[in-house]
C-alpha cells in the first residue's frame, strides 16, 4: 500500500489549491482515506476524512466551508479542495489509510499508511 500526495504550493490568503492523495498498488476505492497536515512546531492535525463508500466525509472545524475532500476512483485519486486559504493553513498535508477494506473514518491512531507530505504555504 502505497499513497503519494500531490498538489501543494504557495498562495495568498484567499487562493485555493486541491491536494491530490494518488494510490499505487491498491485501489483507494475500497479505503477510507484522510488528510493530516503538520504545521512547524506543531504536532499533526487530523483534517479530513472520505470513507471507503464516500457516505460519510469529515472535515474538522476550522476548515468547515473551505476544504472539501471528495474520491474518483477511476483515478485511484483522493483529493482535497482547498479554498479560502489562510496563513494558519501553512502546513505539510500528508494522506493516510488504516489498510482496511470496507472502513469509515478510524480515529487517527488506526492509520497505519501515510503518503510523503505535499507543502502548502500561505502567505502575502
Known amino acids: 500500500v502505497q499513497l503519494q500526495a500531490s498538489g501543494g504550493g504557495s498562495v495568498q490568503p484567499g487562493g485555493s489549491l486541491r491536494l491530490s492523495c494518488t494510490g499505487s498498488g491498491f485501489s483507494v476505492g475500497y479505503y477510507a482515506i484522510g488528510w493530516f497536515r503538520q504545521a512547524p512546531g506543531k504536532g499533526r492535525e487530523g483534517v479530513s476524512c472520505i470513507s471507503h463508500d464516500d457516505d460519510s466525509t469529515y472535515v474538522v472545524d476550522s476548515v468547515k466551508g473551505r476544504f472539501t475532500v471528495s474520491r474518483d476512483n477511476e483515478k485511484n485519486t483522493v483529493y482535497l479542495q482547498m479554498n479560502n486559504l489562510k496563513p494558519e493553513d501553512t502546513a505539510v498535508y500528508y494522506c493516510?489509510?488504516?489498510?482496511?477494506?470496507?472502513?469509515?473514518?478510524?480515529?487517527?491512531?488506526?492509520?497505519?499508511?501515510w503518503g510523503h507530505g505535499t507543502q502548502v504555504t500561505v502567505s502575502s
Open positions: 493516510a489509510t488504516d489498510g482496511v477494506v470496507g472502513s469509515s473514518c478510524p480515529p487517527p491512531r488506526d492509520y497505519r499508511y
